[in-house]
């Protein structure tokens, strides 16, 4: 009886996290570049039965490992290759995180704290919407956490056999995370020992042993696909996807370079209302325990954060591994609330929610209402054309932002009452009914005045034997939605792809970005001025269409919104 009443706040975290995370997560394509990439991935490992080498057009993909790739080919495997397939395996990693905050938490203090720290989590902004996407932050930040946490876990006890358990669960942990994104999993891992080894002082914090045990462990997982991949295919794409992680932290290769200051803003008004409960913790000596618990989350967060501030390369999901140990330090708050001395703090956060309450109300609003307002207030010529596309607003989607303005207000005015578990109730309602409504009746018509036409283009010709591409701009759009196969060795296109990169290999020692984009651009020409054996789409915008207007080979099909679109024959 007493170990079924045990289960209980486990099935209960499940089933919330159930119907929060995968409600309506396919009603909506999935969006340019890595939700689309990534998809495109996964299905190109079921088409072509290559598991152990990730490809993007059929060609090596160097920038990740494949874990989360099969993750979500398994997840198409058995549902299907489709939005929600794709999406589906971040709504489990999301159960499990929620499962894994609620654990660690009851057995840090009490299983309120657990609850406190699990539906803190699932109630800010950021974290909760990540469970609903794509992208392979989500899985990489999970095993990363859980790595750090056996480690402290390691460092930390006395036991022998302990410390020898937990070193090879941190080391396992750091494999996976190796394994989803790269070897950014050990460095963040490392940085946050070295950091926290500079402040505390300590002599020792283990024994050769157990570094054995926890180095065999990374390697073991690691290794499955490294040692794999160089084994039957050599050492060339290893050593490209190392360069390719080099020029990542160097310089903005993904084409994203954002000011220094982006992460901070991101964080803090992404992770409403977690990240401005757990401002105080950081004005405030952690708390002494025998895990040194707090300490070590507050290394980790600003070595994630320190560390993306410094990398050229800046995406908003860059820092997304801040949100957990964030999260923690704002469960602590919450834990030991004093509303006589938080009015600051409250009043920020309904500032802060109402403004993100606006913003949710405005998007709708105008887009139904006032769109031709809304036009004369953006000057980007492609945007301005998307917002002409027929969209069927009902009216009442601006409605949605109540919900969650409404919620932040009750979840302040319980938070005085001291009601902490019964306010994050409140506070989880309203974030999950907002974003599941948004996502039922907001976000798919965003997604039509974000690529819309394009991906209707792309689905209407699936069944045609073509070559496509687009110009001017890049997008994986055109891959997944035409459901693209590998090309045959008798195409035109697979002979100059050989030629094209011997070419480019001449000039270039490696095959970097600067190499990609002379190997693409060689192959967009000879799309255009070549021998071409096939039909050939070109998807352009009309802010680029000079590219293509110009062209005597090429014939113009139409425009829609701000995309235009154009066919070569043979």
Known sequence: MERSAKIIPYI??????????????????????????FAESSREMLVSGNFFQVQI???PFQEKPPLFFWLQALSMKIFGISEFSARLPNAIFGVLSLLILFRIGSKLKNSRFGWIWALIYLGSLLPHLYYKSGIIDPVFNLFIFLGVYFFIRWVSNQKIQQRNLCSMLSGLCIGFAIITKGPVGFLLLFLTVIVYWLLKREKRFFSIKEVMIFGVSVLFVSCFWFGHETIKNGPWFLIEFVKYQIELFSEPVAGHQQPFYYHFVVVLFGCMPMSFIALPRFFKQSETDVLSFERWMKVLFWVVLILFTIVSTKIVHYSSMTYLPLSYLAALQLNNWNSSTSKWLNLLLIVVGSLISVVLFLIPFLAHFHLNYLQ???????????????????????????????????????????????????????????????????LPKVEIYSQGPAIDFYESIQNENVYITTVGYKSYAQYYYTKINALEESDALYEQKIKAKEIVMHK????????????????LDWLKNGAIDKPVYFVSRIDRNHLLDSNKNISFLYQKGGFVFYKRNP
């Not at 979840?411 to 599941?436: C, D, E, P, Q």
């Not at 270039?508 to 192959?523: D, R």
């Open 12 to 37: 209960i975290l499940a089933l919330i996290g159930l119907i929060l995370f995968v409600p309506f997560i396919g009603d909506f394509h999935l969006f340019d570049w890595d939700e689309i990439n």
């Open 57 to 59: 057009n059929y060609e």
């Open 376 to 442: 004369g207030l953006i000057a980007d010529k492609f945007f301005s054309a998307q917002l002409v596309l027929d969209v069927n607003w009902f009216g009442f989607e601006w409605m949605i932002s109540l919900v969650y303005g409404v919620s932040i207000l009750f979840f302040v005015y319980l938070l005085n009452k001291r009601n902490i578990i019964l306010s994050l109730v409140v506070l989880v309602i309203g974030l999950g009914s907002t974003i599941l409504l948004l996502g039922k009746y907001v």
């Open 508 to 523: 270039h020692s490696a095959f970097n970005h600067l190499a990609v984009k002379q190997y693409n651009s060689i192959l």
